[in-house]
């Protein structure tokens, strides 16, 4: 999903309701109806966090954007939905739950790899605020460089300490050099996931 694309479903001169979503809750919406086929409004309303008012508005703007078609089983990718769905794969292409409670930033935790990304990250402090501006307790960036995960700025091998199951899980999802790892941690999986979008956009 380019930026463009998601400041094209916020834009400001757009006649009609007034946005109260931001670009990770468009983002959630692409990933969701992408990996589902097909979403209806009230499950696309839980799975992005937005109450039955903001997921109309949501999904109006979606349509009029042509990136969704409205179909009895629910909303589904449009072709343009199809190709940003995919540019969005390619750049995120592994996010799942993690077990990684001993970092200290959360009961609950998500992760998130995203693609190519190391040289837009500088000590992972723009990472962690995104992700607790929506609502999430803190953050964890590390740069896959020389075959390991480390942490940005300082190059120190993260995998010697920590969560185990989080660093195997980061390994199965195929890191490449200069791949940045962020980790999420809310009071719920919700949130975390919310988080590690949010925190994503800060390195497109």
């Known amino acids: 999903m380019t930026l463009e694309a998601l400041r094209d479903v916020l834009s400001s001169e757009y006649k009609g309701p007034r946005a109260v979503f931001s670009e990770v809750h468009v ?15 009230g499950k696309l309303g839980s799975l992005v966090g937005l ?9 109006k703007r979606l349509k009029e954007n042509d ?3 409205i179909q009895p089983d629910g909303c589904r990718l449009s072709r343009k939905g199809e190709r940003e769905f995919q540019r969005l794969r390619e750049k995120i ?24 990304a190391g040289r837009s990250v500088r000590k992972g402090i723009e ?3 995104a992700a607790v501006r929506v609502g999430a307790i803190g953050a964890f960036t590390a740069l896959f460089a020389g075959g390991r995960f480390t942490i940005p700025g300082e190059g120190a091998d993260c995998e010697k300490d920590g969560p185990r199951g989080l660093w195997s899980a980061a390994r199965e999802a195929g890191p490449r050099e200069g791949d ?8 719920s999986e919700e949130v975390a996931q919310l988080g590690t979008l949010s925190a994503a956009l800060t390195l497109f």
Do not use: F, H
Request: aromatic content about 2%.
């Open 93 to 116: 292409p592994w996010s799942s739950s993690v077990e990684a409670r001993s970092l200290g930033i959360g009961a609950k935790c998500a992760a998130v790899l995203v693609r190519g």
């Open 51 to 59: 109450g039955q008012g903001e997921v109309r508005t949501l999904i």
């Open 127 to 129: 990472q962690r605020d």
């Open 67 to 69: 990136l969704i078609l």
């Open 180 to 187: 940045v790892l962020i980790v999420v941690g809310a009071d």
């Open 27 to 41: 983002l959630k919406a692409i990933l969701a109806i992408g990996a589902a086929g097909a979403v209806g409004r």
